[in-house]
C-alpha cells in the first residue's frame, strides 16, 4: 500500500507540475520572490487545477508516509520524471525516443535497486526537541543559501537554485507530515494542539512559494531536476538523523544502494534534459505549436486556448 500511495502522489505532482508552470510562466520577470507571483498565480484556472491536483497528492504522501517511512516514500517521488513523459507523450502527443525510454528504465531500475538493496524500515523514533532544532536550523540554512544563490546568475542556474531550496523545504515537511500524522493518529481532533501542524502549514506554503520561483525563473529541465533529485537526498538525512530509518548498509548493500542512486539520478537528469521535457517551457516554438494543436484538437466549438507559454509570456533563454 505504501508503494501504491507513493507511486500515485509521484503522478499527481507530475501533474502539478505542468499545470502549475503553466500558471506562472508569463508572470512579470520582477515578480520573483513577491507575493504578487502567487496573486497571478491565484487567478490563472490551469494554476488553481494544478493547486488541486497538489492536495490529493499531499493526501496520499501524508497517508504513505503514516504507514512507512521517509526513506521508502520520497525516492518513490522521484518517479515523477518518467510520470512526467508519460503524461505528455499521452496526453500531448508527443513522441518518446530512445534516450527517454532509456531514462525511463535507469530511474525505474535505479530507483527499484535500491528500495531492494536498502530495504529500509524502522523510521517509528519521535524525534526530540534538539532533533527538530538540528533539521530544521540545517534545512534553513540550506533554503537561505540556496535562495541567495538564486538571486544572480542565468536562468538555469536561477531555476535549479530555487528547485533545491524548495525540495530542501518539501523534504521537511514531508518529515512534519509524518510527525502529525503520528501523533494525530489517535485522537485527530487534537491536531491544533501540536506546533508541528502550524510548522506544516508554515513550511508548506513557504516550499510551495520556492517551487513557484523556480518554474517562474527558468526552463523546467533544470528546476524539475533539482526539485526532484534533492529531495529524496534531503529526506533520506532527515529520516536517518531524527526518525530512526535504518538501511541495509553492511558487506555489499551499501556499494550496491550508492550505484542504484547514482544510476536513477544519472535516468532522471537524462529525462529532465530531454527536449520532451524542456519543451513544456515553450523555449521551442515547435512545442507551443504541437500543444496549440492538442487543444485545438480537443475543443473544436471554441477557438483554442493556448496552453503553456504560447500565452504570449516572456519566451526564456535556452539553457
Given at each position: 500500500?505504501?508503494?501504491?500511495?507513493?507511486?500515485?502522489?509521484?503522478?499527481?505532482?507530475?501533474?502539478?507540475?505542468?499545470?502549475?508552470?503553466?500558471?506562472?510562466?508569463?508572470?512579470?520577470?520582477?515578480?520573483?520572490?513577491?507575493?504578487?507571483?502567487?496573486?497571478?498565480?491565484?487567478?490563472?484556472?490551469?494554476?488553481?487545477?494544478?493547486?488541486?491536483?497538489?492536495?490529493?497528492?499531499?493526501?496520499?504522501?501524508?497517508?504513505?508516509?503514516?504507514?512507512?517511512?521517509?526513506?521508502?516514500?520520497?525516492?518513490?517521488?522521484?518517479?515523477?520524471?518518467?510520470?512526467?513523459?508519460?503524461?505528455?507523450?499521452?496526453?500531448?502527443?508527443?513522441?518518446?525516443?530512445?534516450?527517454?525510454?532509456?531514462?525511463?528504465?535507469?530511474?525505474?531500475?535505479?530507483?527499484?535497486?535500491?528500495?531492494?538493496?536498502?530495504?529500509?524500515?524502522?523510521?517509528?523514533?519521535?524525534?526530540?526537541?534538539?532533533?527538530?532544532?538540528?533539521?530544521?536550523?540545517?534545512?534553513?540554512?540550506?533554503?537561505?543559501?540556496?535562495?541567495?544563490?538564486?538571486?544572480?546568475?542565468?536562468?538555469?542556474?536561477?531555476?535549479?537554485?530555487?528547485?533545491?531550496?524548495?525540495?530542501?523545504?518539501?523534504?521537511?515537511?514531508?518529515?512534519?507530515?509524518?510527525?502529525?500524522?503520528?501523533?494525530?493518529?489517535?485522537?485527530?481532533?487534537?491536531?491544533?494542539?501540536?506546533?508541528?501542524?502550524?510548522?506544516?502549514?508554515?513550511?508548506?506554503?513557504?516550499?510551495?512559494?520556492?517551487?513557484?520561483?523556480?518554474?517562474?525563473?527558468?526552463?523546467?529541465?533544470?528546476?524539475?531536476?533539482?526539485?526532484?533529485?534533492?529531495?529524496?537526498?534531503?529526506?533520506?538525512?532527515?529520516?536517518?538523523?531524527?526518525?530512526?530509518?535504518?538501511?541495509?548498509?553492511?558487506?555489499?548493500?551499501?556499494?550496491?544502494?550508492?550505484l542504484s542512486l547514482l544510476v536513477m539520478f544519472v535516468?532522471?537528469?537524462?529525462?529532465?534534459?530531454?527536449?520532451?521535457?524542456?519543451?513544456?517551457?515553450?523555449?521551442?516554438?515547435?512545442?507551443?505549436?504541437?500543444?496549440?494543436?492538442?487543444?485545438?484538437?480537443?475543443?473544436?466549438?471554441?477557438?483554442?486556448?493556448?496552453?503553456?507559454?504560447?500565452?504570449?509570456?516572456?519566451?526564456?533563454?535556452?539553457?
Amino acid at each position: 500500500m505504501v508503494y501504491v500511495l507513493a507511486l500515485t502522489s509521484a503522478l499527481a505532482n507530475a501533474l502539478t507540475s505542468i499545470l502549475q508552470r503553466m500558471g506562472v510562466e508569463d508572470a512579470p520577470e520582477d515578480a520573483t520572490l513577491h507575493l504578487r507571483l502567487l496573486t497571478h498565480a491565484l487567478r490563472r484556472g490551469v494554476w488553481l487545477a494544478g493547486f488541486a491536483v497538489m492536495i490529493g497528492s499531499f493526501l496520499c504522501q501524508a497517508v504513505a508516509l503514516h504507514i512507512g517511512n521517509l526513506s521508502t516514500v520520497q525516492p518513490i517521488l522521484t518517479f515523477e520524471l518518467p510520470l512526467l513523459v508519460l503524461i505528455l507523450a499521452t496526453w500531448f502527443g508527443f513522441s518518446i525516443g530512445g534516450r527517454e525510454w532509456l531514462g525511463c528504465l535507469a530511474a525505474a531500475g535505479g530507483l527499484a535497486g535500491f528500495l531492494v538493496f536498502a530495504r529500509p524500515i524502522g523510521g517509528d523514533l519521535v524525534p526530540t526537541a534538539a532533533q527538530w532544532l538540528t533539521a530544521g536550523g540545517a534545512c534553513a540554512a540550506f533554503v537561505a543559501v540556496a535562495v541567495f544563490l538564486a538571486r544572480r546568475g542565468p536562468r538555469w542556474w536561477r531555476a535549479a537554485a530555487f528547485g533545491a531550496a524548495g525540495a530542501v523545504g518539501f523534504a521537511f515537511t514531508a518529515s512534519l507530515i509524518k510527525a502529525v500524522g503520528n501523533l494525530t493518529a489517535g485522537d485527530p481532533v487534537r491536531i491544533l494542539d501540536h506546533w508541528q501542524t502550524y510548522a506544516l502549514a508554515v513550511c508548506g506554503v513557504g516550499s510551495l512559494f520556492l517551487a513557484q520561483n523556480a518554474f517562474h525563473a527558468g526552463p523546467i529541465a533544470a528546476s524539475q531536476t533539482a526539485l526532484v533529485l534533492v529531495d529524496p537526498l534531503a529526506s533520506l538525512a532527515i529520516g536517518i538523523g531524527i526518525f530512526g530509518d535504518n538501511l541495509r548498509t553492511a558487506g555489499a548493500y551499501g556499494p550496491l544502494e550508492a550505484l542504484s542512486l547514482l544510476v536513477m539520478f544519472v535516468g532522471a537528469i537524462s529525462l529532465a534534459r530531454s527536449p520532451l521535457i524542456s519543451g513544456v517551457k515553450g523555449e521551442e516554438d515547435h512545442y507551443a505549436e504541437l500543444l496549440s494543436t492538442r487543444s485545438r484538437s480537443r475543443r473544436p466549438e471554441r477557438p483554442a486556448r493556448p496552453t503553456l507559454a504560447a500565452e504570449g509570456g516572456p519566451d526564456l533563454e535556452a539553457e
